[in-house]
């Protein structure tokens, strides 16, 4: 079964809010990625936060991980109707080089 | 070229049939991914590749999928007497390294079987 999932499956947001988005996983990982994807596109790479690391910023993009709850979350700022697509993260297992992908959450930013 | 490269886009079939699905990885990436995207689901891992190393199969879902990578380049993903529950995009992905590297992905094949 997949080991991510996000929360909320589905986020609608109006142009220049703030969009956050959440991930939960079951096991010890090595890092977390998340990747956006348009639709009938592939995945385009975020951001990645190591295991050791708590926060990590990149332009509008912030990511918090907590390996304790076992959880992450993505903020983006001031949303861009851009920003519309299916946000994916993606765990790295400990001990293998396997990724591990969550359902994803589907935002919709309304200019 | 600039990207992940995956052949054909798009590919319908006939149940029963075998398709191939090609992906040509960034150059010089030395680890590769095979994944399947159901509608509107997350991402199956299905294979990965490592240089020289003996893949992980540990995803393929049946004996009907196999893969390969010659030359430690180009990979083929293979399914034989497709399943009409074989419909997905199959999405490919390459990284430099092994470990803690983002992935780069192809826009994949969507694949539908009659």
């Known amino acids: 079964s997949q080991q991510g999932e996000e929360d909320p499956q589905a986020l609608s947001i109006q142009e220049g809010e703030n969009a956050t988005m959440n991930c939960s996983y079951k096991t010890s990982i090595n890092n977390l990625q998340w990747y956006r994807q348009n639709s009938g596109r592939g995945l385009v790479h975020l951001i990645l936060?190591?295991?050791?690391?708590r926060e990590k910023h990149s332009g509008r993009l912030r990511v918090t991980l907590d390996t304790s709850k076992k959880s992450s979350s993505l903020l983006i700022t001031a949303s861009r109707a851009a920003d519309t697509a299916s946000y994916f993260c993606a765990t790295e297992t400990s001990g293998t080089y396997k990724y591990i992908f969550g359902t994803g959450t589907r935002l919709k930013v309304l200019a | 070229g600039a990207g992940v490269s995956q052949s054909p886009s798009n590919k319908v079939t006939e149940k029963g049939k075998d398709v191939e699905l090609r992906c040509d990885p960034i150059?010089?990436?030395?680890?590769l991914y095979w994944y399947r995207q159901s509608l509107g689901q997350g991402l199956e891992f299905l294979i990965y590749?490592?240089?020289?190393?003996?893949?992980?199969k540990s995803g393929l879902p049946s004996d009907r999928f196999s893969a390969e990578r010659t030359g430690g380049s180009v990979s083929t993903l293979t399914i034989q007497r497709t399943q009409q529950e074989d419909s997905a995009v199959y999405l490919c992905?390459?990284?430099?390294?092994?470990?803690?590297?983002?992935?780069?992905f192809g826009d994949g094949t969507r694949l539908s079987i009659l």
């Open positions: 590749f490592q240089g020289n190393s003996a893949p992980d």
């Open positions: 150059s010089g990436h030395t680890a």
């Open positions: 936060i190591r295991s050791n690391e």
């Open positions: 992905a390459s990284s430099s390294q092994r470990g803690n590297q983002p992935q780069h």
